[in-house]
């Protein structure tokens, strides 16, 4: 099955940029979707398709992807962004979903 | 507003069966490939199901394959998982999801509504 490697944590300061990466196996040619998910409370799409955003989601979120990696990165860091990050692709091949193991994004 | 309320959820023992339901609002439900997707405490997210606007291309995860049925009623703008053969590993807070682009599951677009989730507790 596809699977989609994500780091276990992320830290940055306030103000910092926080990068977060996906990493699969020529994941460049599937679109990557990417999940913010808060304490208790159900997953928001912040990036959908590689790099387009959800209205209401600030510009400071910003995606990319080439090759086998993908990256959400999160410009000027804010104590609110803290939060676990998902990624997410359709695997053609099985026809599912793949989501990664999720990457837990902690202010310092 | 668009709007997902999942329900059926509670504690049940293993061996058991259990329906949950996904209650649609403020869309046109008939459009968009709908999923379902669980969340075990303190874990990551897995996909459990999923069935495209006319329920004719339906995927399963393996983790449930066999045991879960999805369907959905186009006309009572309502998505249900029946889930049988229930194990303590399926305890889990399950999620339904909208996909963000009519038609097909293909995902391009991913998952642009999640409801608030129900909890399952399978437990003797």
């Known amino acids: 099955s596809y699977v989609l490697t994500q780091p276990t944590s992320v830290s940055v300061a306030p103000g910092e940029t926080a990068m977060i990466s996906c990493g699969g196996n020529?994941?460049?040619?599937?679109?990557v979707h990417w999940y913010q998910q808060k304490a208790g409370q159900a997953p928001i799409l912040v990036i959908y398709?590689?790099?387009d955003r959800p209205s209401g989601i600030p510009e400071r979120f910003s995606g990319s992807n080439s090759e086998h990696m993908a990256t959400l990165t999160i410009s000027r860091v804010e104590a609110g962004d803290e939060a676990d990050y998902y990624c997410?692709?359709?695997?053609?091949?099985?026809?599912?979903?793949?989501f990664g193991g999720g990457a837990r994004l902690t202010v310092l | 507003e668009m709007q997902l309320v999942e329900s059926g959820g509670g504690l049940t023992q293993p061996g058991r069966s259990l329906r949950l339901s996904c209650s649609a609002s403020?869309?046109?439900?008939?459009?968009?490939?709908m999923y379902w997707v669980r969340q075990a405490p303190g874990k990551g997210l897995e996909w459990i199901s999923g069935?495209?606007?006319?329920?004719?291309?339906?995927g399963y995860g393996d983790s449930v394959k066999g045991r879960f049925t999805v369907s959905r009623d186009n006309a009572r703008n309502s998505l249900h998982l029946e889930m049988t053969g229930l194990r303590p590993d399926d305890t889990a807070f399950y999620y339904c999801?909208?996909?963000?682009?009519?038609?097909?599951?293909?995902?391009?677009?991913?998952?642009?509504?999640w409801g608030q989730g129900t909890l399952v507790t399978v437990s003797s």
């Open positions: 999801a909208k996909d963000n682009r009519r038609g097909t599951m293909e995902l391009q677009k991913g998952f642009d509504l």
């Open positions: 403020g869309f046109t439900f008939r459009d968009y490939a």
């Open positions: 069935i495209d606007w006319s329920s004719n291309v339906i």
């Open positions: 020529n994941i460049g040619t599937k679109p």
């Open positions: 398709s590689d790099t």
């Open positions: 997410q692709v359709w695997d053609n091949r099985r026809h599912q979903v793949v």
